[in-house]
């Protein structure tokens, strides 16, 4: 079946760097992947839609220069967070889906959980 | 917009009882697709089951039941026998199959479930 991989797992930054998380669907083609945000005992929030070869579209209050998407090829898909500060401390998931199979499946990643010191 | 409702914030059962989780959707759409995921502590999301919104078949998979109710805009989930593996959080989501929302995923808030031994 789809599966998405997503590193790093686990990731502790200091406060001001920046981080870098990805997101691969390893044998298909991920022409949409999908960027969310998950706070201790919350919900599942959206960031941003990423499809392939263009830009981001980004939902209502995510700071697009904060958190970087970049989506270069069929199985890869990037998430930065800039300057990133100890607010920024979250689990981000990713999820992947084929045109076509937007009718169907998504896959998700095992997420990463930041931790901004 | 699209909004999902879990009531449920924390339900706590032992071993071997029966467990309902409650789902409530709105949305404008007439094709939508609705989804039931499990979170384990490790933070996957684990995908359980998919229904479209024409379909009202209530599905039975082992353990799991899932009864669709489009005239109350429900989709609630049963376990039956609940086990101690069962103890994660269960995400509720709707899929929007229309304008500027086509392919996004709302979840709803989640609902704990502990199983106690």
């Known amino acids: 079946g789809a599966v998405v991989s997503q590193h790093p797992s686990r990731v502790i930054c200091k406060s001001g760097t920046s981080v870098k998380i990805e997101c691969r669907s390893l044998?298909?083609?991920?022409?949409?992947m999908f960027w969310y945000r998950q706070f201790p005992k919350q919900s599942l929030m959206l960031m941003a839609t990423s499809n392939e070869g263009s830009k981001a579209t980004y939902e209502q209050g995510v700071e697009k220069d904060k958190f970087l998407i970049n989506h270069a090829s069929l199985t890869l898909s990037t998430l930065t967070v800039t300057s990133a500060h100890p607010e920024d401390s979250s689990f981000y998931i990713c999820?992947?889906?084929?045109?076509?199979?937007?009718?169907?499946?998504?896959?998700f990643g095992s997420g990463t959980r930041l931790t901004v010191v | 917009a699209q909004k999902v409702t879990q009531a449920q914030t924390e339900i706590s059962v032992v071993e071997k009882e029966d467990v309902t989780l409650d789902c409530v959707y709105e949305?404008?759409?007439?094709?939508?697709?609705l989804f039931w995921y499990k979170q384990p502590p490790s933070g996957e999301l684990v995908f359980l089951i998919r229904?479209?919104?024409?379909?009202?078949q209530n599905e039975i998979s082992g353990r799991y039941s899932w009864n669709f109710q489009k005239s109350t805009s429900s989709f609630n989930f049963t376990i039956t026998a609940s086990q101690v593996v069962d103890s994660a959080v269960y995400f509720c989501a709707l899929r929007s199959m229309g304008g500027t929302s086509y392919g996004k995923l709302t979840f709803g808030q989640g609902t704990i479930l502990t199983v106690h031994p």
């Open positions: 949305t404008r759409d007439t094709t939508y697709y």
């Open positions: 229904r479209n919104s024409f379909d009202e």
């Open positions: 044998d298909f083609q991920a022409t949409t």
């Open positions: 999820s992947a889906t084929l045109a076509g199979a937007m009718l169907t499946g998504y896959t």
